[in-house]
């Protein structure tokens, strides 16, 4: 008789792609969704108790600008940066059965010589190097409902 195995992961694999694929292979895992602690009576006064969780060095950075000041068209699958400069598209996924992701990138000379680095990139230095990156944003949308990220 074979061994058999059970999967166990934490809530970054929580999403409707790996359920569908542990569903269509008969893989037995568990993997708590982001909300389990909202249901689960253990955790009820957790915030009250310890106060809200802290990112190491997460304390003092500040906000950026966010993916709702920028201009995304999912038919033509474009996006436009506030300052009117367009967006690569680096990815285009189907996530489960009717959601759909497109992930956008800024131009990295654009990002790197714009006034506006500094409030809208999380991390502005990131597009100094040769090979950094721009501003990274991604739309995700259900049944014609679009979700910014």
């Given at each position: 008789?074979?061994?058999?195995?059970?999967?166990?992961t934490?809530?970054?694999?929580?999403?409707?792609?790996?359920?569908?694929?542990?569903?269509?292979?008969?893989?037995?895992?568990?993997?708590?969704?982001n909300k389990f602690r909202s249901?689960?009576?253990?955790?009820?006064?957790?915030?009250?108790k310890y106060?809200?969780?802290?990112?190491?060095?997460?304390n003092n950075v500040q906000k950026t600008m966010p993916a709702s000041e920028l201009t995304f068209n999912?038919?033509?699958?474009?996006?436009?940066?506030?300052?009117?400069?367009?967006?690569?598209?680096?990815?285009?996924?189907?996530?489960?059965?009717g959601k759909k992701k497109l992930l956008f990138e800024?131009?990295?000379?654009g990002c790197r010589e714009c006034s506006h680095k500094n409030?809208?990139?999380?991390n502005p230095d990131s597009a100094d190097p040769?090979?950094?990156h721009g501003r990274q944003v991604s739309l995700t949308w259900t049944n014609g409902r679009p979700l910014t990220g």
């Amino acid at each position: 008789m074979g061994k058999q195995v059970i999967i166990t992961t934490d809530t970054g694999l929580s999403n409707d792609a790996n359920y569908s694929y542990l569903r269509e292979n008969s893989i037995n895992a568990y993997i708590p969704d982001n909300k389990f602690r909202s249901r689960d009576k253990a955790f009820v006064k957790q915030k009250t108790k310890y106060g809200k969780r802290k990112q190491k060095g997460r304390n003092n950075v500040q906000k950026t600008m966010p993916a709702s000041e920028l201009t995304f068209n999912k038919k033509n699958k474009t996006c436009i940066c506030p300052v009117g400069k367009a967006m690569l598209l680096l990815k285009e996924e189907h996530v489960s059965e009717g959601k759909k992701k497109l992930l956008f990138e800024g131009r990295l000379t654009g990002c790197r010589e714009c006034s506006h680095k500094n409030q809208c990139m999380r991390n502005p230095d990131s597009a100094d190097p040769r090979k950094g990156h721009g501003r990274q944003v991604s739309l995700t949308w259900t049944n014609g409902r679009p979700l910014t990220g």
